[in-house]
T-cell receptor, first 112, second 117 residues
Framework: GQQLNQSPQSMFIQEGEDVSMNCTSS?????WLWYKQEPGEGPVLLIA?????ELTSNGRLTAQFGITRKDSFLNISASIPSDVGIYFC????????????FGQGTTLQVKP | GAVVSQHPSRVICKSGTSVKIECRSL??????MFWYRQFPKQSLMLMAT?????????EQGVEKDKFLINHASLTLSTLTVTSAHPEDSSFYIC?????????????FGPGTRLTVL
């Protein structure tokens, strides 16, 4: 099935550093979502974006819905060890029944 | 709120047997549930969309006779992997979509690790 283009594929950073990851698509989405998945668990919703240009924060996390509706980014500020995990973007197109298309994921490792 | 459970959390079975996985929305009603499969170090791939009281809609390439889905109530959907083979070994995750609220996002279960010997 189709996937979104998510980058980077993995990141290994020092505790305290800021992190940025993004997703792009060749087609328009009307909703962008960011999830975090820890080993052996299901994804947990972090941030949901519904309007082009929307900028939303959840604690140290900030995500934006691109103006073109074809991209989104997620920033994590002042990373801590518990930020470790796999971050997935997901998009939903206009008019569908809620079906999500996922990015390939960004694996984040934080060195204390 | 918005808790989704799956049972079992992991299962090991012999090749040729069938395995049933349950997905329950614990504190909300869900007209729609989704079933995903995730192979190691890969993303989630949607297998099927399950609507309460109707037949599931399968994604291209997913065999509906092999992956039987039943959504008998607003809080329970089941996935049965029939005649399982080693290549069916994977992490199966369900999600449930809330109804009657403005935000209709999917909430995911903890997943079921299936190993077919």
């Amino acid at each position: 099935g189709q996937q979104l283009n998510q980058s980077p594929q993995s990141m290994f950073i020092q505790e305290g550093e800021d992190v940025s990851m993004n997703c792009t698509s060749s087609s328009i989405f009307n909703t962008w979502l960011w999830y975090k998945q820890e080993p052996g668990e299901g994804p947990v919703l972090l941030i949901a974006l519904y309007k082009a240009g929307e900028l939303t924060s959840n604690g140290r996390l900030t995500a934006q819905f691109g103006i073109t509706r074809k991209d989104s980014f997620l920033n994590i500020s002042a990373s801590i060890p518990s930020d470790v995990g796999i971050y997935f973007c997901a998009g939903r197109r206009s008019g569908n029944t809620g079906k999500l298309i996922f990015g390939q994921g960004t694996t984040l490792q934080v060195k204390p | 709120g918005a808790v989704v459970s799956q049972h079992p959390s992991r299962v090991i079975c012999k090749s040729g047997t069938s395995v049933k996985i349950e997905c329950r929305s614990l504190d909300f009603q869900a007209t729609t549930m989704f079933w995903y499969r995730q192979f190691p170090k890969q993303s989630l791939m949607l297998m099927a969309t399950s609507n309460e009281g109707s037949k599931a809609t399968y994604e291209q390439g997913v065999e509906k006779d092999k992956f039987l889905i039943n959504h008998a109530s607003l809080t329970l959907s089941t996935l049965t992997v029939t005649s399982a083979h080693p290549e069916d070994s994977s992490f199966y995750i369900c999600s449930a979509q809330q109804i009657d609220i403005v935000s209709n996002e999917q909430f995911f279960g903890p997943g079921t690790r299936l190993t077919v010997l």
